[in-house]
């Protein structure tokens, strides 16, 4: 399997995108505005999307995508999300107030794209590749994702608090090479971080320490005002862990 990281930052502005990565060719893991910086050819070859939870800077590609290819494929693209997620996105985005409905565009009998429902632990198998929702503690109904090739293992956790259930699940992972964990805050703003369900440097660390694999660690969702400092309270923090920041174009093979 193969990671390609098309954004990863908690804003825009400049070369930043939010939150998207793609799987192989064919899987994206997220669709926030990174996903624009693909070619047409790249966006045609799109079949899944996986979804960590609704807010916009995760989902915000999608209505884009959608428009742009749908009339370029024999088949829906399928958004895999949660039964919640995916109600919110029908009524809060694709409800022809926002966007049209691409569920019953060009016909209901077949759509542009379709929904697929997911569940917290249960593995989704396309091909030799298997993704299994982990769980998240976020403000919204939320997941992570488990990507699994049969040889190694990535974990990305989604936005998320402090999240033992997480680790209890993460620490079975025997083939576990990558974890991409989020700061979203500075320790200054840890109160923010609290009651918005992300994580601040201070807290990274202690998250980490839950953690009983050897994996390589990248660290997500940084303000793009705010990234210097914030690594390096990283540092300060969590160095111990050799976190490195999760950079556009990355490419992680698993």
Request: charged share 20%; with cysteine.
């Amino acid at each position: 399997m193969r990671l390609r990281i098309l954004g990863c930052s908690g804003g825009i502005g400049g070369r930043h995108r939010t939150t998207s990565f793609l799987l192989d060719s064919d899987v994206l893991i997220d669709a926030g505005t990174g996903v624009g910086d693909l070619t047409l050819a790249e966006l045609a070859q799109i079949d899944h999307i996986f979804l960590t939870h609704s807010h916009l800077d995760h989902v915000a590609s999608i209505p884009f995508l959608v428009d742009t290819v749908g009339g370029m494929r024999s088949r829906p693209l399928t958004i895999h999300a949660t039964r919640a997620t995916a109600e919110i996105l029908k009524n809060h985005l694709f409800n022809w107030a926002i966007w049209p409905d691409f569920t019953e565009i060009p016909t209901p009998e077949a759509p542009f794209m379709r929904y697929e429902k997911i569940e917290l632990g249960q593995a989704i198998r396309l091909g030799a590749r298997s993704l299994t929702p982990l769980p998240a503690r976020h403000t919204v109904p939320a997941v992570g994702y488990h990507l699994d090739s049969g040889e190694a293992s990535l974990v990305f956790t989604g936005d998320t608090g402090q999240n033992d259930a997480l680790w209890r699940v993460v620490n079975r992972i025997a083939n576990l090479k990558y974890l991409i964990i989020e700061t979203a805050f500075s320790n200054k703003e840890r109160h923010l971080a609290e009651i918005s369900r992300h994580l601040c440097p201070d807290t990274l660390a202690g998250e980490l320490a839950k953690l009983e694999r050897n994996a390589e660690i990248y660290i997500t969702h940084l303000k793009p005002g705010e990234i210097e400092p914030t690594m390096l309270e990283i540092e300060e923090c969590a160095g111990k862990f050799a976190p490195r920041m999760l950079q556009n174009n990355l490419v992680l093979e698993f």
